[in-house]
């Protein structure tokens, strides 16, 4: 769906405020992070921040499911690897490749339980035993604003529909608790999960 507008999207993503993507960044630093996996990594916002943050990974990789948007990546940033590739599928990297694993507002376009799973299933795989994943979800339910915003495209079970533009998209309306059993269900512990940007968003961080 992102093919249809993805030059459009990206030149709104220049300049918008992202407070999870800095403190993702920062706690990346901490840690000392050398290879990070950008999932979900659109035009490669994260690589902008990054340099804000004066933080260069030693290793980077963006996937997408979107050519598009992968093909805005590489143009932005033609000195690192981008990738056409489901997240629910990431055979194209061994066990234990990345010490960070970001999905920066992607997460909840998986549509179903077993794309989730399959999802968290891949990540546990090529997460290093030291490394970590940040996951940011939109907090449709609990942000009274977003609920009523876009209360029209809602199904019912989580499932949003959102119109951008003249298309569709796709939005699973996560709960903490939901996020916290998916989480354990998939062997992971949850360092940090908390609602975060005045409401909006569900900022997790999570390890082995």
């Known amino acids: 769906m992102y093919d249809n507008f993805a030059k459009t999207f990206s030149e709104s993503r220049h300049n918008h405020p992202w407070p999870?993507?800095?403190a993702i960044i920062q706690d990346i630093k901490k840690h000392s992070f050398d290879s990070v996996l950008d999932i979900g990594c659109g035009?490669?916002?994260f690589?902008?921040?990054?340099?804000k943050n004066e933080f260069i990974p030693h290793s980077?990789?963006?996937i997408d499911n979107s050519s598009g948007m992968i093909d805005e990546a590489k143009k932005s940033h033609p000195d690192y690897i981008f990738s056409v590739c489901p997240m629910e599928s990431m055979n194209i990297?061994?066990?234990?490749s990345f010490d960070a694993i970001i999905l920066l507002a992607s997460f909840h376009?998986?549509?179903t339980v077993i794309k989730r799973m399959e999802t968290l299933t891949e990540c546990y795989r090529i997460l290093k035993e030291q490394g970590r994943i940040?996951?940011?979800n939109w907090n449709l339910f609990e942000n009274k604003e977003l609920f009523e915003r876009y209360q029209d495209g809602y199904s019912g079970s989580g499932d949003f529909q959102i119109k951008i533009g003249e298309y569709d998209r796709y939005y699973h309306g996560f709960t903490l608790s939901e996020l916290t059993r998916l989480f354990r269900v998939n062997d992971f512990h949850t360092e940090r999960h908390e609602i975060f940007d005045w409401g909006?968003?569900?900022?997790?961080?999570?390890?082995?």
């Not at 909006?200 to 082995?208: A, P």
């Open 43 to 45: 035009n490669g916002r």
């Open 93 to 96: 990297f061994p066990d234990m």
């Open 109 to 111: 376009h998986l549509d």
């Open 134 to 136: 940040y996951i940011t």
């Open 200 to 208: 909006k968003n569900i900022f997790s961080i999570l390890h082995k």
């Open 60 to 62: 980077y990789h963006g």
């Open 20 to 22: 999870e993507l800095d």
């Open 47 to 51: 690589l902008e921040e990054a340099r």
